[in-house]
């Protein structure tokens, strides 16, 4: 029988929060997959399933795609593994974020490209061969910070279009929590300048993810109570979200993310 997820125990639990429900809901992905690949017939050398991105660094809200790479040795045809492998995820009606290549094809992409070279830099083995985790985890850092310059400057320019295009997050009355200038991705960004070797100040880190623990907690209840991926927190939904975290109500809710987006923008 093919392995079923089970996971909305996880997402009716009101103790599961922010941070806790993401690393809850990532391990149970994380045996899931595991399951679906031994059923597939997935082999433990010359290929492996790995998370990258969000679910790479274990982060999954209830909304969140799982961002998977297929990785394989060269000459070994995968196309059977994958078609057995994707079918059974496709059918829980997940939206499943994937790709079928080798490390060196990973690679060659992650060199142009600044979507798949900011992904490689939170791999994580999930079945299969681990070598070829460690090997486009290790060989995907280094190629960041050989050419942290150049990835610096273009990281750069997105953060600007991305604030101009999203808004400010601590002076919107419907902020986007994700993509706003301070807002979660903003925190991403931080974290991949700090793999090209950027220094954060002293009393940052800790600064950040306070913050960051803010506004991921208003994330995961505004998925939670939609039932759908979004990150804009609309009105009608801020007296809800402000409920399931504790607050009195939606002004004291919207007073800490305002408060936890300004900190972010100061560092960012």
């Not at 499943?96 to 690679?107: C, E, N, P, Q, S």
């Not at 925190?187 to 220094?199: C, F, P, S, T, Y």
């Amino acid at each position: 029988m093919t392995p079923r997820l089970d996971r909305q125990h996880l997402l009716d639990d009101p103790d599961l929060r922010g941070f806790e429900l993401c690393r809850a809901l990532s391990d149970r992905t994380d045996e899931w997959l595991t399951a679906l690949w031994d059923h597939a017939d997935g082999p433990s050398r010359g290929a492996a399933l790995v998370a990258v991105g969000g679910y790479g660094r274990a982060e999954l809200a209830p909304g969140s795609d799982i961002d998977v790479l297929l990785l394989h040795d060269p000459g070994l045809d995968v196309a059977d593994l994958a078609e057995r492998f994707w079918y059974p995820i496709w059918d829980e009606g997940l939206k499943l974020g994937h790709a079928v290549r080798t490390v060196k094809d990973t690679l060659s992409l992650a060199s142009t490209d600044l979507d798949t070279a900011t992904s490689v830099l939170t791999v994580r083995g999930l079945a299969g061969d681990p070598d070829l985790a460690d090997e486009l985890a290790d060989k995907g850092l280094a190629l960041w910070q050989k050419r942290s310059r150049r990835w610096l400057e273009q990281l750069s320019a997105t953060v600007v279009s991305r604030h101009e295009r999203a808004g400010e997050v601590a002076f919107l009355l419907e902020p986007d929590l994700k993509d706003g200038r301070g807002g979660l991705r903003d925190v991403h960004a931080i974290g991949w300048a700090e793999k090209a070797q950027a220094n954060l100040l002293p009393g940052d880190e800790a600064d950040l993810d306070a913050a960051y623990r803010t506004l991921l907690a208003t994330r995961v209840e505004l998925h939670r109570r939609t039932g759908r991926p979004g990150d804009r927190l609309s009105l009608e939904e801020q007296d809800g979200v402000a409920d399931a975290l504790g607050y009195q109500d939606a002004d004291d809710l919207m007073r800490d993310v305002s408060t936890a987006a300004r900190a972010i923008a100061w560092v960012s």
